[in-house]
């Protein structure tokens, strides 16, 4: 090929991400490896030879990729690419390209597709990351059935019908009968104050003689229940559920964006979580709801197939786990009789944080009222062995160190759990801070709000920038390091057997949890999941975006890699572990693991700057 053909090729390819960021001499060589191909329509498909991989570059026309069974995966156009996964992975082409429009191609040789990679690490990371969403795209679409892993906006109906506060309810009933719908949103200063159904003009307006001259803000359900548009399915029809509401009012900075109706849920899929946990509501004794619980290792591995994210697989285990203790609760209270006073019970660690996944075990406790006497610390020990009891029975096996209600040391007062946070906020031991640090990511599963709130607002107050307690906090929490020796080398330890692996709890996820705590406690921020945390920290501007989402995205990563490793292990009988063989990794994947360890060492590096430098 002699420079005038070479000429057209170069000035395409150089403009094309990530070729733009190879040097002259590496870019030269790289088109003058380069082949042409036409492909057209009429042939309906790009031949590909399994034998010969190579990467394909779109110069014209337009294409699809599918796999084998029909689902689409990708449109592809100008100065795009495909082939890359089996050049990434070694293994087999399974995937089809049909040729939606008469198309000229460059192919590029794995040979010299492998030059460049080493060559150019920008180069090498992007089709990594490519590779990787074509992955996730894969799964997503072998399980579409899961509609509870879908957001709120893909089924809610927008432009939602609006009256202010001040319209009569007639007013409001004609709008409602004109738009067809079932429900109008009110607002008083373009907020949000109220909602008005068919069942409120039904049961308010109808039944009770009520003038429809009146005011709407006199009919009308007021402070209604709300989810954002990007919240969970399953989290609304839980919500929905709970309260027995059929319209859900959908908020993004407080300005009404649509509405969910139970009509909108049921034109979708149903949905197994839901089911689950309605069926946990409806058991009416321990027996029974230990039958229901086998059920919750498929539920895990349904969402590990449909690769939901971990941050969602987490709240929906939670969730089921929160059903289920509540549920012991309201059964063993019906045979002991109703509480003495007021009690919440308190969830510790992963059911705290709202992350749990396979193989958890109790972290719980319990907030009285007031100091009970003999007959109330009786009726208080009885409930929390038959709930502490009914949880392992059903799967959620004791504490090993016995942080449960059923522990008198754990069964306290408000006072008294005040008095305990006191004492390790302003008399902070290593040893002592080293095991309560799970009692700070807590959270009420049962009992008034109002309660909780005491006690976690007492608890912010004394952590908010007191600097030996935060001190003592990031000294615990540099205990461990990330499995990651020189060279970047995987530093790897026995679980317990003769295979050696990596820890990607205690040595990846925990670590995170660590750091976003600290930081969580060192502002006064409520938030307790580690996602939402680090999120919150990035908004107030305690964190750095870069370093936030950084650090957001090695926590997703690493307890992506987690859940899907028990996946693995559950599909093939296996004992289900933290620990991650990385032999059995691809490359890719290995590389990406690598880079997630990295952001967390630099992330306690930072922790230590800031909070110990004083020390």
């Known amino acids: 090929m002699d420079a005038s053909e ?78 890359f996964p089996s050049l990434l992975s070694g293994e087999k082409v399974s995937n089809r390209v049909r040729i939606l429009e008469d198309g000229l191609v460059y192919h590029l040789d794995p040979d010299t597709f492998d030059y460049l990679r080493v060559e150019s690490r920008q180069f090498d990371r992007f089709f990594n990351r490519a590779f990787a969403k074509r992955l996730r795209h894969q799964a997503r679409f072998k399980a579409k059935e899961l509609t509870t892993t879908n957001r709120v906006s893909s089924l809610m109906s927008g432009d939602p019908l609006v009256i202010d506060f001040t319209a009569t309810i007639s007013e409001a009933a004609r709008k409602m009968r004109l738009a067809r719908v079932s429900s109008v949103l009110v607002t008083d200063n373009d907020k949000l104050c109220g909602i008005l159904t068919d069942r409120d003009l039904r049961n308010r307006v109808l039944a009770e003689g009520l003038d429809g001259s009146l005011p709407v803000h006199q009919a009308m359900t007021t402070q209604p229940k709300t989810l954002t548009s990007n919240s969970l399915v399953f989290e609304a029809m839980l919500l929905m559920s709970e309260h027995g509401i059929h319209h859900l009012p959908i908020l993004d900075d407080e300005r009404a964006v649509g509405v969910l109706t139970s009509t909108d849920i049921l034109r979708g899929q149903s949905s197994q979580p839901l089911l689950l946990i309605g069926e946990i509501e409806r058991q009416n004794d321990l027996e029974s709801l230990i039958t229901v619980s086998k059920q919750i290792p498929l539920l895990l591995q349904n969402l590990i197939s449909a690769d939901a994210r971990a941050e969602e697989i987490g709240r929906v285990l939670t969730s089921v786990t929160d059903a289920l203790t509540r549920r012991l609760i309201v059964l063993n209270q019906q045979l002991l009789g109703e509480a003495p006073m007021a009690f919440c019970w308190l969830a510790f660690g992963s059911q705290g944080r709202q992350d ?48 449960m209600a059923q522990n008198p040391k754990w069964r306290l007062t408000l006072t008294q759990w005040q008095q305990r946070f006191d004492k390790w906020v302003n008399t902070p031991e290593p040893k002592a801070l080293m095991h309560a640090s799970i009692f700070f990511d807590m959270r009420s599963v049962y009992g008034p709000s109002s309660l909780f709130d005491s006690l976690q607002d007492r608890v912010l ?105 028990q996946g693995y292990q559950y599909t093939h009988s296996q004992d289900l572990s933290n620990y991650l063989i990385p032999q059995n990794l691809s490359s890719l994947v290995r590389h990406q693991l690598r880079d997630a360890f990295k952001v967390v060492h630099d992330a306690q590096a930072g922790i230590k700057l800031k909070f110990t430098r004083s020390f």
């Open 6 to 83: 070479l000429q057209p090729i170069t000035d395409f390819i150089k403009a094309q991400v990530p070729f733009d960021t190879l040097d002259v001499a590496t870019l030269e060589r790289c088109c003058r490896s380069l082949s042409v191909g036409y492909y057209s329509k009429s042939s309906a498909f790009v031949p590909l030879d399994e034998s010969h991989p190579q990467l394909y570059i779109v110069r014209s026309g337009a294409f699809e990729v599918r796999d084998n069974d029909g689902e689409l995966l990708d449109r592809l156009g100008e100065g795009d690419y495909f082939g």
């Open 356 to 403: 749990q996944a396979a193989c958890s075990d109790q972290d719980n406790g319990l907030l009285l009222a007031h100091e009970p006497d003999e007959a109330a610390a009786g009726y208080f020990e009885a409930l929390t062995k038959a709930v502490c009891n009914g949880l392992d029975r059903c799967g959620y096996i004791y504490c090993p160190g016995d942080i």
């Open 461 to 565: 107050a004394q952590t908010k920038d007191n600097d030996i307690f935060l001190a003592g906090m990031t000294a615990n929490s540099l205990q461990e390091s990330p499995p990651l020796g020189f060279f970047k080398k995987f530093v790897l330890e026995r679980d317990g057997r003769e295979v050696k692996g990596i820890d990607l709890k205690h040595k990846g996820n925990a670590l995170i949890n660590d750091i976003a705590r600290v930081y969580a406690l060192s502002a006064g921020i409520k938030e307790v999941n580690t996602a939402k945390r680090i999120r919150a920290l990035m908004e107030s501007n305690i964190m750095n975006r870069k370093d936030a989402l950084n650090l957001a995205d090695a926590h997703e990563f690493i307890a992506h890699m987690r859940l899907s490793n």
